[in-house]
């Protein structure tokens, strides 16, 4: 008998009761729909709406529900419509009718907007701990790396002389974003506990709402019972979030693709987080990346799938919001997998040091010291730029590069120029020089990594 019966004169249809279910995917939320129900007992005991004796007897029975659920000896059943009445029916069968009173003063319309809030509150929290994990990574490889001279691109062209220290240290910075982006949506996940919101109106019953919300840890109660019941801005702020990171996530990957192809050789991944080719013998291929890369669409297609749900739906509860679950249990999953092989990857790669400062050293990317060379030697950087530019066109012309050109080839553009222009740019100096606060200079870099590792300390 299904909890609407006394309404109806015919069984649901079997297909669309197996349509309309949840159970298959929502059970994962059982400690938190038991957790919720005990807190919610406590509550109706102490305002005098059920007894001491229900509610002793309520709590024990969810404690034993949820052991046995841990422990394989209770299994879902396929054919509750989801895990709130199955939770209550398992109840009822062991405690009689002290079970059907637990549902006194809520709908099951709070009674899921309280269990999502609870557990992707837990799920933040194993997210960031691998955040950390991904962070603390970064900062080790960086701080073996504070020398390491690599060339820096933009528009995937050589740019200027930077080291690779440097460049992990630009993903350290997205991703301590990314972790106050978490940490703000779990702040905002326990502002308002929904439930004794009702189906949408409140209630008679004399509850306690406040007292529900210490017992779960939220700092207070929806202010309206409409929007406690319809409001999932914490799901799509979750599911944004969970982009952004999967996007940064992607952008590294992309860069792993990259350095590890024999076009660049500054990364060789570890044959344990490598596949091979069934007919290519030679291959050796980064597919955890590549898989990263694409299931980052994924999660934004789980953002999607929420923002397009949610745009139509008049207030307050719609059916339509069972869809919120699959999609932002989804985006946590793919989250929380492809960060926890990426970790393993990372931290097993060997950087080839000597590829990335041969490629450092063509392509011309101290241009920019020679011209600023000649500015501080009182040159216009205009004409600076300038000079540097046709040297670069001579070299090109020659096939040399700039620290090979003769001292008097160098005059005869600029008399300006000196013994000394050879110093000052070196790779070496290049970077070093570099001190600007986030510049790539190796005491900046360590400054960078001691501050961030302060920074993820404070956070997490």
């Excluded at 590294?252 to 350095?259: A, N, R, T």
């Excluded at 793919?334 to 060997?350: D, E, G, Q």
């Excluded at 100096?429 to 600007?436: H, Q, Y």
Aim: aromatic share 8%.
């Amino acid at each position: 008998m299904v909890l609407w019966s006394g309404r109806f004169s015919k069984e649901l249809d079997k297909q669309v009761n197996d349509f309309n279910s949840s159970i298959s995917f929502d059970n994962r939320m059982y400690a938190q729909d038991i957790k919720g129900s005990i807190a919610h007992a406590a509550m109706l005991a102490r305002q005098g709406i059920l007894s001491n004796e229900d509610k002793k007897a309520i709590t024990a029975g969810l404690t034993g529900i949820l052991e046995d659920i841990e422990s394989g000896r209770l299994s879902f059943d396929p054919a509750a419509e989801d895990i709130h009445m199955f939770v209550e029916a398992e109840l009822t069968a062991r405690i009689g009718d002290a079970g059907k009173r637990l549902h006194t003063a809520r709908s099951r319309n709070d009674q899921v907007a309280l269990d999502m809030k609870l557990y992707f509150h837990d799920e933040i929290g194993r997210i960031l701990s691998l955040c950390r994990e991904l962070i603390e990574t970064l900062l080790e490889k960086a701080a073996e790396h504070t020398e390491t001279v690599m060339p820096g691109y933009t528009h995937l062209q050589r740019g200027q002389p930077t080291t690779f220290a440097h460049h992990l240290m630009a993903y350290v910075q997205m991703l301590l974003r990314d972790v106050q982006r978490l940490q703000d949506c779990d702040k905002r996940l326990l502002d308002t506990m929904p439930l004794g919101s009702g189906a949408a109106f409140g209630t008679t019953y004399p509850i306690d709402r406040q007292m529900t919300a210490e017992l779960l840890g939220f700092t207070g109660i929806s202010q309206n019972s409409i929007d406690g019941v319809s409001d999932r801005d914490y799901a799509l702020e979750l599911a944004s979030g969970l982009s952004i990171f999967m996007m940064h996530l992607s952008r590294f990957s992309e860069e792993v693709i990259l350095w590890c192809s024999w076009e660049f050789r500054f990364m060789e991944l570890d044959d344990a987080f490598s596949t091979g080719s069934s007919i290519m013998p030679q291959k050796k291929n980064p597919d955890i990346t590549e898989l990263i890369r694409g299931k980052t669409g994924r999660v934004y297609g789980d953002l999607t799938t929420l923002l397009t749900m949610l745009k139509g739906l008049p207030l307050a509860y719609n059916k339509d919001m069972q869809e919120d679950k699959e999609a932002l249990f989804d985006a946590v999953d793919t989250v929380k997998l492809c960060v926890s092989t990426f970790i393993p990857m990372l931290k097993s790669a060997r950087v080839l040091t000597e590829n990335m400062r041969r490629a450092a050293a063509q392509g011309f990317i101290n241009a920019t010291d020679l011209a600023d060379y000649l500015v501080k030697k009182g040159l216009p950087f205009r004409d600076a730029h300038q000079v540097s530019g046709q040297l670069v066109a001579y070299c090109i012309s020659q096939g040399l590069v700039l620290e090979e050109l003769p001292l008097e080839t160098l005059q005869e553009h600029s008399a300006l120029f000196a013994g000394d222009v050879y110093h000052a740019i070196s790779l070496d100096t290049c970077v070093r020089e570099r001190k600007s606060a986030g510049g790539p200079a190796p005491e900046e870099v360590k400054r960078q990594i001691t501050l961030a590792k302060e920074t993820l300390a404070a956070l997490l």
